[in-house]
């Protein structure tokens, strides 16, 4: 599960942390979205509830 950084996030001593903080800072959050996958689970559970 990927939990965004907050808006005023700053890179600290998490690599992995800090490789989301500069995706997000180069192309924008929803650019970060579509590169990780993040709301995918609740796009299926939603097509899932509609079938």
């Not at 998490?14 to 996958?37: F, L, S, Y």
């Amino acid at each position: 599960m990927i939990i965004p950084p907050p808006k005023n996030a700053v890179p600290g001593e998490r690599a992995a942390r800090n490789t989301h903080i500069d995706m997000i800072v180069k192309g924008g959050r929803m650019a970060w979205q579509k590169a990780t996958g993040y709301g995918q689970r609740s796009r299926r559970e939603a097509q899932f509830g509609r079938y």
